[in-house]
Structure formats: structure tokens, C-alpha cells
């Protein structure tokens, strides 16, 4: 039995103004997986640990994704997967794309690497249907690939890593309050006006430019979301707060981790970004909300192997 362990990474899509397009790579947040490649047809899911999920393949987002990926390989292989959970499921930093994502990039590593990162994404994307009714990819396309990715184009898809600058570092605060994907979909309207639109793409394309250019000063002009954020952060208690306090202590810019509850803040340096999360961290303590609070750098590379 050939078997591999991996690192799962935590991820942060949209990243304001690039809702279901945007995403980075946490590195120091994620889950841990086993996976084995066996002589016996078929996915079996033999161990979840650190969450109450699923053990059913067609239930569970890692079962799901390694069947899309079993489905397009010429060949016979069985898989077994262990998963231990270490991202909180619906905290907004991608957990459900941890698992998807983890599983199918094992298996690839496993098989000796059939597959493309562009397919492996696209197998992910099936847990991420299962999870929240919609195969978005900006959390398993930076899970996959690593640092901050584009997706260009969903039909077909085309994701595009983009450059990722050494000093940016991420502050996530996750209020312990679960916001399902699902639900906070639900609240965003499918119609947005050309104003919004104009200013929205015009972000967009600042924050890719001032990655590119690590101009960090345009990267948190750019850091600016006028559609999904007045919509959902209404679900997070004291966003306006948090979001203000990172900016007053020397963030680049601040937003929804994802779908939330969890909130980000862009950080130059990791000083910043540790003056950052004690800010917010002072704001939380006086709720009656437990919370999580994580500073990572920027994850270059994603899924990677453990020892
Ligand atoms: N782009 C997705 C959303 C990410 O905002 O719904 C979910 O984590």
C-alpha cells in the first residue's frame, strides 16, 4: 500500500474585491491527511478525526473529489483516506476546499502526477458543489497551487497563480459563530449595477497589478469590496469595528475571509500583522464570542507533504 501524509492548507478567497475569483494560501493553518493508494476498487473514507463529518463517500467533499478524479484516470486503484480536522467547518478559511483539495493532490503525488493542476482544481471544485450547492474555486485553486490565485474563467477554467510579494502577511480572526456557505450565498443579489461593476473590476485589476508590482500601498487601495461585503457583514458581529482597527493599526486593507464568519486583514510585515491581531483581538475579548486569531504568511506552494 502506497501511502503519503499531507498538510491541508487554510485559505482566504474572494480577498474583498474578487468574489468566486480571488484567493491566497495560508501556510501555518490546515488540516493533516493520510492518504493510501490500494489493490481494492474504491474510495473508503477509514478515519475523521478533530470534526463530526461524514465517513460516507458520496457525503463527504474528499470522498466526492477522488471520485471526479478516479472517474478521468485510466487505470484501477483503490484510495483510503484519513482525515484529521484542524480547520473549523464553516469558518471561512476553507475548510471544505482543505479536504478536496488535499485528497486529490495526494492521490496525483501518489500516481506519479497524471494529472494537471488545472484538472486536479477542477476535481476539487466537485466537494466544493457538495459543501455549498456551488463549485466555486477560489479556495482550492490557492490550496492547490499556492499563493494567490485567479480564476480568469470558470467555462473553461482557467486559474492563473499570480505573483505572491515575501512581506505580505495575513491576520484572520474566526468568531466561533458558524456562517454556512450555503446561507451566505443566499444573501448576495444576482444583479449588481454598472457603477458598482466599474469599481468593483477596477480593484480587481489594482490588487493584481499591485501584487505584481509589490506596490503594497496599491494592493490595499485595491482591497476594496462595494458588492459582497455591504451584504454579508452584516452576519458577522462587530465587522465594521475589526475592520477599522486593522486599518488604524497599519493594515493594508481588511475584509470577509471567504463566505465568513472569519474577517482578514493584509498585513506589510509581520509586525503589522501581529499589532493587528492584538487590536482585534482586544475588541473580541470584550464580546461574549469565543474566537480563533491566526497570523500566516503566505503559503507558495499549498498541499505539501509531511514526514
Ligand atoms: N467565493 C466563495 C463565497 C468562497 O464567497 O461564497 C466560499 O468560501
Same mark, same amino acid.
Given at each position: 500500500?502506497?501511502?503519503?501524509?499531507?498538510?491541508?492548507?487554510?485559505?482566504?478567497?474572494? *480577498?474583498?474585491?474578487?468574489? &468566486?475569483?480571488?484567493?491566497?494560501?495560508?501556510?501555518?493553518?490546515?488540516?493533516?491527511?493520510? #492518504?493510501?493508494?490500494?489493490?481494492?476498487?474504491?474510495?473508503?473514507?477509514?478515519?475523521?478525526? %478533530?470534526?463530526?463529518?461524514?465517513? /460516507?463517500?458520496?457525503?463527504? !467533499?474528499?470522498? !466526492?473529489?477522488?471520485?471526479?478524479?478516479?472517474?478521468?484516470?485510466?487505470? @484501477?486503484?483503490?484510495?483510503? #483516506?484519513?482525515?484529521?480536522?484542524?480547520?473549523?467547518?464553516?469558518?471561512?478559511?476553507?475548510?471544505?476546499?482543505?479536504?478536496?483539495?488535499?485528497?486529490?493532490?495526494? =492521490?496525483?503525488?501518489?500516481?506519479?502526477? +497524471?494529472?494537471?493542476?488545472?484538472? *486536479?482544481?477542477?476535481?476539487?471544485?466537485? $466537494?466544493?458543489?457538495?459543501?455549498?450547492?456551488?463549485?466555486?474555486?477560489?479556495? !482550492?485553486?490557492?490550496?492547490?497551487?499556492?499563493?494567490?490565485?485567479?480564476?480568469?474563467?470558470?467555462?473553461?477554467? @482557467?486559474?492563473?497563480?499570480?505573483?505572491?510579494?515575501?512581506?505580505?502577511?495575513?491576520? !484572520?480572526?474566526?468568531?466561533?459563530?458558524?456562517?454556512?456557505?450555503? @446561507?451566505?450565498?443566499?444573501? #448576495?443579489?444576482?444583479?449588481?449595477?454598472?457603477?458598482?461593476?466599474? /469599481?468593483?473590476? %477596477?480593484?480587481? $485589476?489594482?490588487?493584481?497589478?499591485?501584487?505584481?508590482?509589490?506596490?503594497? &500601498?496599491?494592493?490595499?487601495?485595491?482591497?476594496?469590496?462595494?458588492?459582497? /461585503? +455591504?451584504?454579508?457583514?452584516?452576519?458577522?458581529?462587530?465587522? @465594521?469595528?475589526?475592520?477599522?482597527?486593522?486599518?488604524?493599526?497599519?493594515?493594508?486593507?481588511?475584509?470577509?475571509?471567504?463566505?465568513?464568519?472569519?474577517?482578514?486583514? *493584509?498585513?506589510?510585515?509581520? &509586525?503589522?500583522?501581529?499589532?493587528?491581531?492584538?487590536?482585534?483581538?482586544? =475588541?473580541?475579548?470584550?464580546?461574549?464570542?469565543?474566537?480563533?486569531?491566526?497570523?500566516?504568511? #503566505?503559503?507558495? &506552494? %499549498?498541499?505539501?507533504?509531511?514526514?
Amino acid at each position: 500500500m502506497k501511502s503519503i501524509k499531507v498538510f491541508a492548507p487554510a485559505t482566504v478567497a474572494n *480577498l474583498s474585491c474578487g468574489f &468566486d475569483v480571488l484567493g491566497c494560501c495560508l501556510d501555518n493553518v490546515g488540516d493533516e491527511m493520510v #492518504i493510501s493508494l490500494t489493490s481494492t476498487p474504491g474510495v473508503k473514507i477509514t478515519k475523521i478525526e %478533530g470534526a463530526d463529518l461524514p465517513l /460516507e463517500t458520496h457525503k463527504n !467533499v474528499a470522498g !466526492v473529489a477522488t471520485e471526479a478524479l478516479l472517474d478521468k484516470y485510466n487505470g @484501477d486503484t483503490g484510495v483510503e #483516506i484519513e482525515i484529521y480536522k484542524k480547520i473549523k467547518a464553516g469558518s471561512g478559511i476553507g475548510s471544505s476546499a482543505a479536504s478536496s483539495a488535499g485528497a486529490v493532490w495526494a =492521490i496525483n503525488n501518489l500516481l506519479g502526477n +497524471p494529472f494537471t493542476a488545472q484538472e *486536479l482544481i477542477q476535481f476539487a471544485m466537485e $466537494g466544493e458543489k457538495l459543501a455549498s450547492g456551488n463549485a466555486h474555486a477560489d479556495n !482550492v485553486a490557492p490550496a492547490i497551487m499556492g499563493g494567490f490565485t485567479l480564476v480568469r474563467s470558470y467555462t473553461p477554467l @482557467d486559474v492563473i497563480k499570480l505573483n505572491s510579494p515575501e512581506d505580505l502577511f495575513m491576520t !484572520v480572526i474566526h468568531p466561533q459563530i458558524e456562517v454556512k456557505t450555503s @446561507d451566505s450565498r443566499s444573501v #448576495i443579489k444576482h444583479k449588481v449595477t454598472l457603477n458598482k461593476a466599474i /469599481e468593483q473590476w %477596477g480593484n480587481v $485589476g489594482g490588487l493584481v497589478a499591485g501584487l505584481y508590482t509589490e506596490d503594497y &500601498d496599491l494592493i490595499g487601495r485595491s482591497l476594496n469590496d462595494v458588492i459582497i /461585503e +455591504p451584504l454579508r457583514s452584516i452576519l458577522i458581529p462587530e465587522f @465594521d469595528t475589526i475592520k477599522n482597527a486593522a486599518i488604524t493599526n497599519g493594515a493594508l486593507g481588511s475584509g470577509i475571509s471567504g463566505s465568513g464568519p472569519s474577517v482578514f486583514a *493584509l498585513s506589510k510585515g509581520i &509586525d503589522t500583522a501581529t499589532k493587528v491581531a492584538k487590536a482585534i483581538e482586544d =475588541i473580541y475579548s470584550k464580546t461574549e464570542i469565543s474566537f480563533d486569531i491566526h497570523i500566516s504568511k #503566505i503559503n507558495p &506552494d %499549498g498541499v505539501r507533504v509531511l514526514n
